[in-house]
């Protein structure tokens, strides 16, 4: 079988991890978190005090690209990679409401775009490969063999989310969270480099009122009829 390249991309909080991972197994595919990418260097530079202090330093970070080194390490209990920041495993921390405050920021600096962008190019020029984000059927695969655009209302997407910030024992509020969403969808879509839309030639796919078994298996389907 012809391995292809599965580019899904959409708003914040629509599931597209949990079912690119779920295709990525049953196809026996290679699976990329690019938000984990954007949420590590968020982490960076919130450790080094650039951005949610008094004031942003855009300007240190960028100098400080080239210091910090992304690896994802595949963990066989967890059945997929974890992302580890300067051989740190940062899964767990990248994950909360704060690094989401400030990622859609750091995600609209031109430099960190190149810089992560490169290196998703890189770990896709064998295909076998699927990926999730927001440009990455439009900027880092354009020429994907399948794309899909995710969506669902904005109240469904915060009340996933909530229960899963709740799940791993943070304290939040749902209006919180849905506030969050609504603002990274904005700044996404509004961004100057590579702003977050649907590509001309992407599938697009509204779960709001679908459950997995039926999202994986439309999607799966999809990948068939191609390879
Ligand atoms: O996918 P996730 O919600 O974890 O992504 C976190 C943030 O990273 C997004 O809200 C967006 O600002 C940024 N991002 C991006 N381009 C990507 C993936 C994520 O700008 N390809």
């Given at each position: 079988m012809a391995k292809i390249t599965i580019a899904i991309d959409g708003y914040s909080s629509t599931g597209k991890s949990t079912i690119a991972k779920q295709l990525a197994?049953?196809?026996?595919?290679?699976y990329v978190d690019t938000g984990a990418m954007y949420r590590a260097v968020t982490l960076f530079a919130m450790r080094n005090g650039f951005i949610g202090g008094q004031n942003d330093n855009i300007g240190a970070l960028v100098k400080l690209l080239p210091r910090i080194k992304l690896k994802f390490v595949y963990n066989e209990t967890l059945g997929y990679a974890e992302i580890y920041l300067n051989g740190e495993n940062v899964e767990r921390e990248i994950r909360t409401l704060e690094v989401s405050k400030y990622v859609s920021r750091i995600a609209e600096v031109e430099e960190v775009r190149h810089m992560l962008v490169d290196i998703q190019k890189d770990m896709g020029m064998e295909k076998g490969i699927v990926m999730d984000g927001r440009d990455i059927g439009t900027v880092v695969f354009p020429n994907a063999e399948l794309k899909i655009f995710m969506t669902a209302s904005p109240e469904k997407r915060a009340y996933r989310r909530y229960k899963?910030?709740?799940?791993?024992?943070?304290?939040?509020?749902?209006?919180?969270?849905?506030?969050?969403?609504?603002?990274r969808d904005r700044i996404d879509s509004n961004r100057e480099f590579s702003p977050l839309k649907r590509a001309d030639d992407a599938i697009l796919f509204d779960n709001s009122d679908m459950g997995l078994k039926e999202q994986f298996e439309r999607m799966y389907n999809h990948a068939l009829r191609i390879i």
């Open positions: 197994k049953a196809l026996g595919y290679v899963e910030l709740l799940d791993k024992k943070e304290e939040v509020t749902y209006e919180d969270v849905l506030a969050n969403v609504e603002n």
